[in-house]
Structure formats: C-alpha cells, structure tokens
C-alpha cells in the first residue's frame, strides 16, 4: 500500500497563479483533511471531508477550494495564490471522523509563493 | 478553551537519557490525546495515544502519563536515541457530530546527541 500520496513535493508560484495540490489515499478512508503546517504555528486544518461528495471548512480555509469526487483523491485548489499561502501542506486521512482514527499523513508539498 | 499548550519548544537530551514533552489542555471534553512523531521532510504520524480514562501508557520506550485532575499528560522516551531526533506534536481530540475536533500542540524539537 502507498498509504496517502500528495503530488507535487515542490512548487514555486508568483502571487496571482493557479494551482491545485493532489492527494490521493489508496487506504479506502472515508475521511480526508488538508493541514497547513508553518514554522511557530504548528498544524492548521484548511478543509475535511468526511466522505465522497461531502466537504466542509476547517480553521484556515480562506483562499482555498476542495472538491471530494472520489473516495480516493481530495485536491486542495489554491485560487489566486498570495505570499502568505507559502507553506508546507499535508494531506491527511484516517478510517472515520471520529476523534480515536488516527491521522494517516503524506509526506507534503512545499510550496513558495513570490 | 480550546488550547493545547506544549512545552518546551526544543529540547536536547543525551543518547540514553530520558526526554520528557509535557501537554495541558483546558476543555474536559477532549476523549483522546495522541502524540505525532515527525521526521524532517515528512508527514507527522501516530506515535501513541491514550484516553483520559486510563492513567499511563506505555509501548516500548515510549510513556503517556495522564493527569486527568490537573489537565495535562506528558510523553517520557526512555534511553533516548538519536534516531528519535524529530519533531513531536500533542493533541487533544472530541467527536464533534460525523468530525472530530482535534487541537494540536504547537510541537517540540527534539535533538537526541551520540
């Protein structure tokens, strides 16, 4: 198994370009999460879903689009990318919602807006 | 209410020595507090975890103490290696309907020297 699998590990973008983050989970988790993780802030969650077709706003979802399709992928769309959307971005997923499933992670996408 | 205050920020303990991360937390609500182990360059993952029902957990070198009364757990490494050198995030979980609530701590660095 892959577990949980985020494309591209790198990414430069100047303020105002497109861009949308893949994930992808290969676990048939039902729950799915994006969190930004910068320096002295700890992990912030962006957007969750909770199944295909379900999605909801996490803690910092400004500038920020997903869409749940699939129970396998949950893109993280970046609208018109600004300096402060420079950050480390992980996907997460687990079985349930629940607060006891843990939290499977990929490994990251580092992406540098100028 | 809805802090997870972690201390300290950074630590730096000796090969063999003991590393103690401590946590506190403030809403009697939260039902699960899992420690995330992560490596520079990848995704935080599940270390260990307990419920406040239970006083101590222990899986291998690694200890949860849990202090209901007093709101806070701990996590003690015993005969630390340097290949536990990483950065270690607190949480403080509740279901919230079909989600969970999940606070993270802001994370210790962790520096274990040969």
């Known amino acids: 198994n892959a577990g949980v699998t985020q494309t591209p590990k790198f990414q430069v973008l100047k303020t105002g370009q497109s861009m949308t983050l893949q994930c992808a989970q290969d676990m048939n988790h039902e729950y799915m999460s994006w969190y930004r993780q910068d320096p002295g802030m700890g992990l912030r969650l962006i957007h969750y879903s909770v199944g295909a077709g379900i999605t909801d706003q996490g803690e910092v979802p400004n500038g920020y689009n997903v869409s749940r399709s699939t129970t396998e992928d949950f893109p993280l769309r970046l609208l018109s990318a600004a300096p402060s959307q420079t950050s480390v971005y992980f996907c997460a997923s687990s079985f349930a919602g629940g607060s006891s499933s843990p939290l499977h992670f990929g490994n990251g996408t580092r992406l540098t807006v100028t | 209410q809805q802090q997870v205050k972690q201390s300290p920020q950074s630590l730096i303990v000796q090969k063999g020595g003991i590393s103690i991360i401590n946590c506190a937390y403030e809403n009697t609500a939260f039902d699960y507090f899992p420690w995330y182990q992560q490596f520079p360059g990848k995704g935080p993952a599940l270390l260990i975890a307990i419920r406040p029902d239970v006083s101590e957990k222990k899986e291998g070198r690694f200890t949860i103490s849990f202090n209901k009364s007093a709101k806070q757990f701990s996590l003690h490494i015993m005969d630390s290696q340097p290949g536990d050198s990483a950065t270690y995030f607190c949480?403080?979980?509740?279901?919230?309907?079909?989600?969970?609530?999940?606070?993270w701590g802001l994370g210790t660095s962790l520096a274990v020297n040969p």
């Open positions: 949480a403080a979980s509740m279901n919230a309907g079909n989600n969970r609530k999940l606070i």
